[in-house]
């Protein structure tokens, strides 16, 4: 007599949720009689109703390129788990022994869809207090069955808390004005149990107003005398790093040409010998424009000329 599986012949029982064998008991069975779909890389849980004193081989039967490693429960291994390895078709089977006779196998045929990859987000943006970001954006992932769902989520604390952005559900996202830092990601899932995946972090910082430093007062001085040094405060705001270069005019300020060397907050000119203006250019570290000091007059005196001796 041929043996049968308990409950009806054709019947493969699926656990409700991919949890551990251990926790079989406690979530319950729901009917699985049809084909089914996985995603590539998940473990699953499968199992039949054991009868006494039988016990029950499994096997994947190749078919299109779906692969899997079956882990057996205890015996008499009516519960197993499939890492799903490789995308493709393929069957799980079933076969029931007992004492004396061996079943009629059952089988389930298993579409395994390639595992999800997630997208690439855009690059990181630096911008000023209160300004309006670039939208943001990230390419579809690839993967799962071919239809996706997005949501963007952003978090203001390093990382460590996420936030649903409202409404962020397609692959560009235009983030209003910003007050502070805030790195975003995008969830892109797959329906058919290939869950979802996650993209790279972009960063927005949020930097404080860049506001030139303060340069020395001006100086008057001798025809091809030497000035004082000059100097500027550093600036504040932008990234908190900074690179500097004087510029000099002879012309009143209409042509500024740079000062060799000149990359110091403090700058010593040589000997002079007509008026001449500086300020200093005042950029950070990062892209983020730069800002110029106010302007250091240094005026020279006309030269002094001696009238020639004269014997009363």
């Given amino acids: 007599m041929k043996t ?8 493969m029982i699926l656990m409700l949720s991919a949890g551990s064998l ?3 008991a406690q979530v319950g069975v729901l009917t699985q009689t049809g084909d089914m779909t996985v995603c590539q890389n998940s473990t699953e849980p499968y199992g039949v109703m054991p009868t006494a004193g039988s016990s029950y081989t499994w096997s994947i039967i190749a078919g ?8 057996n429960g205890l015996p008499p291994n009516n519960l197993i788990s499939v890492n799903w390895t490789s995308s493709g078709t393929c069957t799980l089977q079933v076969i029931e022994t007992s004492a004396t006779c061996t079943g009629i196998p059952v089988n389930i ?23 309006t970001p670039a939208p943001i954006s990230s390419t579809p992932p690839t993967g799962g069955n071919g239809t996706y769902t997005y949501q963007w989520e952003y978090s203001i604390d390093g990382g460590t808390t996420w936030v649903i952005a409202a409404g962020a559900t397609s692959l560009t996202y235009a983030p209003g004005a910003l007050t502070q830092t805030t790195q975003y990601h995008l969830i892109q899932a797959s329906g058919t149990g290939c869950s979802s995946v996650t993209t790279n972090i972009v960063t927005i910082n949020v930097q404080n107003p860049l506001v030139a430093g303060t340069a020395t007062a001006d100086q008057t001085i001798c025809y091809n005398g030497t000035p004082a040094p000059i100097t500027s405060t550093a600036p504040t705001g932008g990234n908190g790093i900074y690179a500097y270069q004087w510029e000099s005019s002879i012309d009143g300020g209409s042509t500024w040409v740079i000062v060799a060397g000149a990359t110091n907050l403090t700058h010593a000119p040589g000997a002079l010998t007509q008026t001449t203006k500086y300020h200093l250019i005042q950029t950070p570290e990062v892209g983020y424009g730069s800002v110029t000091t106010n302007n250091v007059t240094l005026t020279v005196q006309p030269q002094l000329i001696t009238s020639p001796i004269y014997h009363n």
């Avoid at 869809?113 to 630096?126: E, F």
Wanted: charge should be positive; proline fraction near 7%; hydrophobic fraction near 50%.
């Fill in 109 to 131: 045929q298993v579409t395994v869809l390639p595992a999800l990859v997630p997208g690439i987000a855009s690059a990181d943006q630096t911008i000023n207090v209160s300004v």
């Fill in 64 to 71: 299109s390129g779906g692969a899997g490693s079956i882990t």
């Fill in 22 to 24: 251990g926790t079989w």
């Fill in 4 to 11: 049968k599986l308990r409950f009806l012949p054709w019947l």
